[in-house]
């Protein structure tokens, strides 16, 4: 089965700095890459996806770049705030209508 | 995005003792999935519910332990049997919406004594 793995497991960074969280995945026929936030006592909020027929995705300050040869994925945060720091949870799966499976999670730290 | 709703937010439970946790979706929806996240832990898929039939259980996770039923498509409900403290953890649960996205509900903290 689908097996993914997330690095850093943690991430400090200065206000207004950029950072990188980087996961890869086992199987190819995942298609469906979502990114999760993930605060203190709240749900997973889905920030951005990526599909496998699409290389690179922006929104605003977040970006998410997908590489399905080397079977790897990362989210990027430019210009990160305070409000930036949670949980981050990188997933996999063949759609949005299949199982999820998960990172093990980046806790982010946006120090003021 | 569909508003989906949990009960119990949270429960404090005797071991020994069920609890039955309610998904609530204010749409109709094809798929529903329950995922168990442990404290400080990523998130574990318990089961896909079927709406119409039983549920699909992942390795390590069984019916007798954690029945589910999915009456409609609007609606699940998973049960926590014979509960231990190894069981305290946030119960939650998705739903697929369109082809490609999914979102969960605000979760059941439950505290096993």
């Known amino acids: 089965g689908e097996n993914v793995e997330q690095h850093p497991s943690t991430l400090s960074v200065q206000e207004g700095d950029s950072a990188v969280i980087k996961c890869t995945y086992s199987?190819?026929?995942?298609?469906?890459f979502p990114w999760y936030k993930q605060e203190l006592g709240k749900r997973p909020q889905l920030i951005i996806d990526?599909?496998?027929?699409?290389g690179e995705k922006k929104d605003q300050r977040i970006a998410v770049t997908l590489n399905k040869t080397a079977k790897h994925f990362s989210l990027h945060i430019t210009e990160t705030q305070p409000e930036d720091s949670a949980v981050y949870f990188c997933?996999?799966?063949?759609?949005?209508?299949?199982?999820?499976?998960f990172g093990k999670g980046t806790r982010l730290s946006v120090i003021a | 995005s569909a508003v989906i709703s949990q009960k119990p937010s949270r429960d404090i439970c005797q071991r020994g003792t069920s609890l039955t946790i309610q998904c609530q979706v204010d749409?109709?929806?094809?798929?529903m999935f329950w995922y168990r996240q442990q404290p400080g832990q990523s998130l574990t898929l318990i089961a896909t519910?079927?709406?119409?039939?039983?549920?699909?259980?992942e390795s390590g996770f069984v019916i007798d332990k954690f029945p589910i039923s999915r009456p409609n498509l609007t609606f699940s409900t998973l049960t926590v049997s014979n509960m231990s403290p190894e069981d305290s953890s946030i119960y939650l649960c998705?739903?697929?919406?369109?082809?490609?996205?999914?979102?969960f509900g605000p979760g059941t903290r439950l505290t096993v004594l």
């Open positions: 990526i599909r496998s027929n699409v």
């Open positions: 749409s109709q929806v094809t798929m």
């Open positions: 199987d190819s026929a995942s298609n469906y």
């Open positions: 998705s739903v697929g919406l369109a082809v490609y996205e999914q979102f």
């Open positions: 519910a079927n709406q119409g039939s039983e549920a699909t259980y």
């Open positions: 997933a996999a799966s063949f759609s949005g209508n299949t199982p999820l499976v």
